[in-house]
């Protein structure tokens, strides 16, 4: 069973930045996709940004592109979300998600993953 471990949640003030690290407990193989999911209260969990490591491409959510970048470490099978100009509808319970295989159409949907961290807290206040 695969084990995913996320670090580097935290609380920030508007405009700042905070990044993200998961950590997999073993290699998910040549072809993997992984995820970063954010949760806020009372609402449904969302797909951020996934990462397809065979293609070598990365797709982002509309609400956070241009501002939030994942990347992937093969080596030490870890993958990171660098999150800048943070807002206040950025906050909330950040997941680490992956799945064995390319990623998915559907990515965002939470059932396109297999394996899934026990999640980081992002707060963004002023």
């Known amino acids: 069973q695969v084990r995913l471990v996320e670090s580097g949640g935290g609380s920030v003030q508007p405009g700042g930045s905070l990044r993200l690290s998961c950590e997999a407990s073993e290699s998910l193989g040549s072809a993997h996709c992984m995820a970063w999911f954010r949760q806020a209260p009372g609402k449904a969990r969302e797909g951020v940004a996934s990462?397809?490591?065979?293609?070598?491409?990365?797709t982002y959510d509309g609400s956070v592109k241009g501002r939030f970048t994942i990347s992937l470490d093969a080596a030490e099978n870890t993958v990171h979300l660098q999150m800048n100009s943070l807002k206040p509808e950025d906050a909330g319970m950040y997941y680490c998600?992956?799945?064995?295989?390319?990623?998915?159409?559907?990515?965002?949907?939470?059932?396109?993953?297999?394996?899934w961290g026990q999640g980081a807290q992002v707060t963004v206040s002023s």
């Open positions: 990462i397809d490591a065979l293609k070598a491409s990365t």
């Open positions: 998600a992956a799945r064995v295989g390319v990623c998915l159409y559907d990515w965002r949907s939470p059932t396109s993953f297999d394996y």
